[in-house]
């Protein structure tokens, strides 16, 4: 279980499907924590400092020259946050991607890699959606289990 019963959920989105999806993680979420939604645009650096467990979705895209990215917006508050360490931070990642591509979900796999690089606690396996609008209520069940699953995990 975790200590605090704060999380703070920052997601990026292009065409909405990761904002979706936040709201379903947190709907999930909120019977036993007190889950703050934040769109990376409003989110501060600083906002981490007030959390002991983030979760972070983005969807991948062409950014910075390299396709299977995040989104330059939750890039810019990684890029902050990775001059410090963060091996009190427990980390959750999510993102929606489509199999079309090279770099299928490759934001998620960048998010995990910087939760490794500033040591942080990596608390549950990732969740990659495919194609999260054309097939919407298979992406939907696969995104509440998880969430359900994520929920379990953080209260036991």
Request: proline share 3%; net charge negative.
């Amino acid at each position: 279980m975790l200590k605090t019963k704060q999380i703070l959920l920052i997601y990026a989105t292009h065409s909405g499907s990761n904002f979706v999806v936040a709201q379903m993680i947190q709907e999930a979420l909120s019977k036993d924590f007190e889950v703050t939604l934040q769109n990376a645009a409003e989110t501060k650096p600083e906002d981490i400092k007030n959390y002991e467990t983030i979760i972070l979705g983005s969807p991948s895209w062409l950014s910075r020259g390299s396709e299977g990215m995040p989104s330059e917006i939750m890039l810019k508050l990684l890029d902050v946050w990775q001059t410090e360490k963060h091996t009190d931070k427990n980390f959750i990642v999510y993102g929606c991607g489509d199999s079309g591509f090279i770099h299928f979900c490759g934001a998620v796999d960048y998010m995990e890699n910087f939760v490794k690089s500033v040591g942080g606690n990596s608390l549950h396996p990732s969740l990659r959606l495919d194609s999260f609008w054309f097939e919407l209520d298979k992406n939907v069940a696969l995104a509440k289990k998880w969430a359900a699953d994520l929920n379990k995990k953080l209260t036991s």
